[in-house]
C-alpha cells in the first residue's frame, strides 16, 4: 500500500526556515508536489517536481522554497527560506502514479492530478 509521511514542521519566527520532508512508500510517481491549506482557504499548490527532475513553483513561493528529491531514499524534500505568516498552513505532499493520458510528463499544481496523500505537517510562521 503505498504511504506518503510528512515530517519537519513546526513554528518559526517571519524569516526563519524550515525543511519539510515526505517519505513514499510504493514505487516511482510521474511527478510529486507540495501543497498546503490555511484555515477556511481551499488547499493550494506550492511546489512540484516531476520524474525527469524539472520544478514548478508558486508565484508567492518562487526564490524561497525549494523542491528535491532523494530518489536513494524515496523521499522528497520542501526547503522553505525566508518564511513569511503568509505561509501559515498546513502542509501535504502528494504523489502522482498516473500517466498523463495527453501525454504531459511535467509538474503540475492541480491538486486533481494527484492520486496519494499525505496526512500533513503544520507550518507556523509568527510575526
Known amino acids: 500500500q503505498v504511504q506518503l509521511v510528512e515530517s519537519g514542521g513546526g513554528s518559526v519566527q517571519s524569516g526563519g526556515s524550515l525543511r519539510l520532508s515526505c517519505a513514499a512508500s510504493g514505487y516511482n510517481y510521474y511527478r510529486r508536489g507540495w501543497f498546503r491549506q490555511a484555515p477556511g482557504k481551499e488547499r493550494e499548490g506550492v511546489a512540484s517536481i516531476a520524474s525527469d527532475g524539472s520544478t514548478t513553483y508558486a508565484d508567492s513561493v518562487k526564490g524561497r522554497f525549494t523542491i528535491s528529491p532523494d530518489n536513494a531514499k524515496n523521499t522528497m524534500y520542501l526547503q522553505m527560506n525566508s518564511l513569511k505568516p503568509e505561509d501559515t498552513a498546513m502542509y501535504y505532499c502528494?504523489?502522482?502514479?498516473?500517466?498523463?493520458?495527453?501525454?504531459?510528463?511535467?509538474?503540475?499544481?492541480?491538486?486533481?492530478?494527484?492520486?496519494?496523500w499525505g496526512q500533513g505537517t503544520q507550518v507556523t510562521v509568527s510575526s
Open positions: 502528494a504523489a502522482d502514479s498516473r500517466p498523463d493520458s495527453t501525454g504531459y510528463s511535467g509538474g503540475s499544481l492541480d491538486t486533481s492530478r494527484y492520486n496519494y
